[in-house]
């Protein structure tokens, strides 16, 4: 057959004089195409690398202001106790003279968290051995004067923050908890000498405290959108402040977690914030594991470093888009080689078994492109259809607050009750293509102003049916109250599975005051999430179990709802709609298993086609021979059409939704190529159907189903994924 083949192909190169015209102006349009994408690829890249950059550099511009903030506030310390040294050193004063200046340096300076003075033993007065009153600020922002000479022997070798500055002049003291402050706390001490007096040492230490937790709020305040978060190092890269509550408590540094995880990043680091020096790092991000960058910027007056960690996966605005230019240029690639393939092939008047491995290759390079349009799909997907303000940091809650504040005033009415409430969710499982059910717990702290009012009551929004059991109630200490609930609800989703199985779902759990009331708005609680980046998925349970399906990422946005209707309200709800708390939970299908079943099928019904094709002849021997008879090969075209239906069928009740998913085109397609086939080789057998049927007893379908096939559901691929 080979043989018969390869000289028909030769007679007809002889009869044409060649394929050389036609191959060269192919292979000058496969090498443009190929060009172009290429182009598009090159363009993309320089402007992702260069957004990148920008990126970069805004996060350590705010790392360094930053830096410099705290480090402005760290001075401003520093002078409180140079000053009330110098004064010491200049003029005795009495007992009562020394705690009023205190007293008037803790309400003249909010930063400061402790104030006081310690006596060397008998210096002060000789009958009194040790003296050191001490301002402290309580819970309730209050200071309170107490000795720490009466609570402890502050001179024992191993009180830091004495011996230190007694011994070594002024300095920085390594944060330490503070058994009088009961916080982790930095202090700032400065030694003086009485006047008059003889001693060879110092007579005593003017500190100051500056507590870890005004440090912490200031470093959560910082904008770093959705991609990153501060946190503080101490000279030795102690962690002061850390999305990681145990790296803080726990005291741990940067060089004993990275010996402990062998990771030579964090060594990196651990040099950086020892030798305080700034440094940008490529690293593996320790609270998401995701890869980001490490930026430290040193506070001077401390030695301490400024660090920020940015997720590079945030960074991208636009996936969408991405995925678009990296499909473009695929495309353009892709077609460009199988363009100059059949080019060469032309030009160079390949026999037949060149053609066969250039249909071979032109089908493995359209095979290719629909794996990378899937691949694409996955790394790069839509965003969110939702819309508001999205909360990631306590700088976003802080402007949103600013905004409710504005239009209260604008509107000349009462601003509404700021209500921090949380949400955990602990099983969500999907009952249908619209409705999921979601189980978990939500938590409010109500005010004082709230406390027995069920204004602020929750409601979901999107349930169809829910079930709220009230789990804790406990009193604050200014008055307010923390309310837990377990619930059980199933709600309504706008689920889009026409991408299946290659899709996502955006699962949204909706909050709204009882009542649409305006004179409450409720705000996610960040304060009680370890790592509020939505790639931590802080909101979700981290064992959460749904098969088939992987948890992305979790975020928490503010929508209004718009309304034509009061509700018998008044007006509010016509100028600012309903307001709800949104958890918004991203989640990605795991295609393996539904992808298998699906397309196991359809290929084994593509090969069963070919094999007919292959075996389809003019000559009528050979198709007695093979039993292919026009009323056979309709006979088994109708059965591959009805086990194709049995596929399409068992897909559909898999996937309960409006339209065709992805899957189904590959089916839609098939019920083509099977009825295509069946006309094929009928008009074959009857001597019919030009060139393209007859051309080397049916040569040219055998060597083009397969390329065409994979151009077909590439086609269908980028249609469905761009």
Known sequence: MVADVQEVMETSDRKAGGHRLPGAVLILAGLLLCAVGFGIHTQFRQAESQAEAIAQERARDLTRQAASQIDARLRKLEGVVASFADEMSRARLDRDAILARIADETARNPDLFGFGIAFRPNAFDPARRLLAPFSVRGADGRHTLVDIGAQYDYTAPSVSWYNGPMSKGRQWIEPYFGSASKTLVATHAMPFRLPGSTSTEPDGIVFANFSLDDIKNFVRSLNLGNAGYGYILSRQGTYLSFPIPDFVTQQRTVRAVAEERGDHVLRQAADAVEAARPAILDATNLSTGQASWFLFEPIAATGWSMGATVIKDE?????????????????????GLVVLGVGVALFRRLHFRGWVWMAGVATVLLLGGVVLTLRLATVLPDGAKDTGTIFNDPAALARYTAVLTADATRREVKPPVIVPTGVYIETLRFTSGSEVSVTGTVWQKRPADLSGRNEADIVFADAVSSRVAEATRRKTADGGEVITWQFDAVLRQRLELQKFPWDRADVAVRLRPRGLSTEVAFVPDLD???????????????????????????????????????????????????AQMVLEVAMRRD?????????????????????????????????DAFGQKPFAVVLSSSSLCFVTTAGQTVLRSKVATDGLVYLEYFYMALYVIIVANAVNVILLARGRGGPLVTYGDNLIVRLGYWPCVMAIFFAFTLWRFF
């Open 315 to 335: 960074l991208r605005s636009d996936l969408r888009e991405a995925r678009r230019a990296h499909l473009t240029a695929a495309a353009c690639i892709l077609s």
């Open 528 to 578: 009680s999430y370890r790592v509020v980046a939505p790639t931590a998925k802080a909101a979700v349970n981290q064992n959460l179990i749904l098969p088939g399906w992987t948890v992305e990422r979790s975020l928490f946005r503010i929508q209004e709802q718009p309304t034509l209707t009061s509700f018998g309200a008044g007006t509010s709800l016509y100028d600012r709609g309903a």
């Open 591 to 623: 295609p393996t298993d539904p992808a298998v079943s699906g397309l196991v099928p359809i290929v084994f019904l593509l090969a069963a086609v070919f094999a007919i094709a292959v075996m389809s002849s003019h000559d009528k021997d050979r198709n």
